[in-house]
């Protein structure tokens, strides 16, 4: 009989302890986001603002070159690198020597890419390439990749952190799953990475739920949100079980603390990523 997932709370959460957030900001941690094409270049940005919420000392956003200026003014704190794209503004994938020059200690790839043959381009020619050190996280157009060639995921096994919906787990598994905990079960398994789906976390400590959460989290931008929020973490140097496990209730308690201010649904995913410093802090 499998067991069902351990709930997580502050308590569950102390057992799981985030590296020390002291030093200067390389001492916190490099984050490399890997997204946005020039129709959603917001994706990226999102995911990078999260990032730097929880903690993460540097941020890289490598983005589409034709909105690369624009974002740098409407994100100071990010450096930001311009990437080739197609006629229609989609990422290239032939990218990796620019990304490796970044030496990232956590990459998310995904937010905002718009083209998933190429974004399997960039994963088969940039993750093998990785420092031995590098967390990966792959979420939206990288995961479709991954369904389509699962192999690619295995220059990265033991440090990668996937954070797929559930339609997303049917496409990584080729079938519905029974249920939300067994799909995330055996994605974990089947990548030997760490899931986060839906509040359901699951790893090689087993799996675990987050019950906080609403309606209000179904909206556009929450899930580069929360992978943002574990790229961040993975950057500070968390093991991806820890960060999935945080970044997962900061996220579903931001959107409960969102929703008694602003209404259960209705609010944005900008005003998540503001609150998850503050539910770190009170954890």
């Known amino acids: 009989m499998t067991r069902r997932p351990d709930h997580v709370s502050p308590r569950l959460l102390r057992r799981h302890p985030l590296p020390t ?3 200067g900001k390389r001492q916190r941690g490099s984050l490399l986001v890997v997204g946005g094409s020039r129709r959603t270049p917001g994706a990226a940005a999102l995911t990078g603002l999260a990032g730097l919420r929880v903690g993460a000392g540097r941020l890289t956003l490598a983005i589409a070159a034709s909105v690369a200026s624009p974002l740098a003014v409407a994100l100071p704190e990010a450096g930001i690198v311009g990437l080739p794209e197609d006629p229609a503004g989609s990422v290239l994938g032939d990218c990796a020597e620019t990304l490796l020059a970044e030496d990232a200690d956590a990459v998310v790839i995904g937010p905002g890419l718009t083209d998933i043959d190429q974004t399997a381009v960039l994963l088969r020619e940039l993750l093998p390439r990785l420092c031995a050190h590098t967390a990966v996280a792959l979420d939206a157009f990288a995961l479709g990749a991954l369904a389509h060639h699962p192999e690619l995921a295995e220059p990265v096994a033991g440090r990668l952190l996937l954070t797929p919906n559930q339609t997303e787990v049917g496409l990584l598994l080729g079938e519905e799953p029974r249920n939300e905990a067994a799909g995330a079960r055996e994605t974990a ?17 087993g799996a675990f739920r987050v019950r906080a959460g609403g309606p ?3 909206t556009s931008g929450s899930g580069d949100v929360l992978v943002g929020a574990a790229g961040g973490l993975l950057a500070r140097g968390a093991a991806p079980q820890t960060a999935a496990l945080w970044a997962t209730w900061l996220h579903h ?31």
Do not use: N, Y
């Open 21 to 23: 957030a002291s030093g």
């Open 189 to 205: 398994r089947r990548f030997d990475a760490v899931v986060s789906c839906g509040g359901i976390v699951a790893g090689p400590d």
């Open 216 to 218: 209000g989290l179904g």
């Open 253 to 283: 308690t931001a959107g409960e603390r969102v929703a008694r201010r602003v209404g259960p649904v209705g609010f944005l995913a900008r005003e998540l990523a503001d609150e998850l410093a503050p539910r770190l802090a009170q954890a």
